[in-house]
């Protein structure tokens, strides 16, 4: 399956890969090939994503997950290894993620 992270300054990862685990506002979860489709709300996470005997680590600011069965596509507005990001864009994404889940559970 395809696995393309996207921010709105481009495309951090575009790669065939055999796994990917990330966690959603529910918890965490992975995807092999062929999964049935599903759309998640991400929290601030690390994307793991394995391509054969390749393992990638990049972290995510939040976003959305799409899977179509085929394809995985994450849109966040951060993404990068740990050692190319800024701390405190993480934390201000972590603060809108948790107001965005406070705003879904009163509801």
Excluded: H, N, W
Excluded at 12 to 18: F, H, L, M, N
Excluded at 31 to 41: D, E, F, H, M, N
Excluded at 86 to 94: L, N, V
């Amino acid at each position: 399956m395809k696995v393309k992270i996207v921010t709105p300054y481009g495309i951090v990862y575009d790669r065939e890969s055999d796994f990917i685990s990330f966690r959603t506002l529910e918890g965490s979860m992975g995807i092999l090939p062929r999964r049935a489709p599903i759309v998640a709300q991400l929290s601030v996470c690390d994307v793991k994503i394995k391509s054969g005997d390749d393992e990638y680590r990049l972290k995510v600011a939040g976003g959305f997950l799409l899977c179509d069965g085929k394809d995985v596509i994450i849109i966040t507005e951060e993404a990068g290894r740990e050692e190319d990001i800024s701390p405190d864009r993480f934390i201000e994404a972590r603060e809108r993620v948790e107001r965005v889940r406070r705003f879904f559970q009163s509801s």
